[in-house]
């Protein structure tokens, strides 16, 4: 599975910041698990969001009601609708793939600035 994300960029604090991410695939590969991680400077990858094939969500806590994960079945899409955006979201935010066989991909990362 390849992936390739985009929609990253610099944005004031309060605006509002779109991530899409594609994912490339042979045809015997089922793919479970969308998403996204982040990571900032000098910290750990962390979960910023998932979503299951059936649509089930898991956010972390800093960003529940501020964003929104989605996804296209048919095109193999994960979106990212990102608002209210704080300075403590400036990260390389990474798309995140895990197949059902329990693979996981992940993609090159896309940079999101948030001035404050």
């Known amino acids: 599975v390849q992936l390739q994300a985009s929609g990253g960029g610099l944005v004031q604090a309060g605006g509002s910041l779109r991530l899409s991410c594609a994912a490339s695939?042979?045809?015997?590969?089922?793919?479970?698990?969308m998403g996204w991680y982040r990571q900032a400077p000098g910290k750990q990858r962390d979960l910023v969001a998932t979503?299951?094939?059936?649509?089930?969500?898991n956010y972390a806590d800093s960003v529940k009601g501020r964003f929104i994960v989605s996804r296209d079945n048919t095109k193999n899409m994960v979106y990212l609708q990102m608002d209210s955006l704080r300075a403590e979201d400036t990260a390389v935010y990474y798309c995140?793939?895990?197949?059902?066989?329990?693979?996981?991909?992940w993609g090159e990362g896309t940079q999101v600035t948030v001035s404050s």
């Open positions: 995140y793939v895990l197949t059902a066989g329990w693979r996981n991909f």
């Open positions: 979503i299951t094939s059936g649509g089930s969500t």
């Open positions: 695939r042979s045809g015997e590969i089922v793919i479970n698990r």
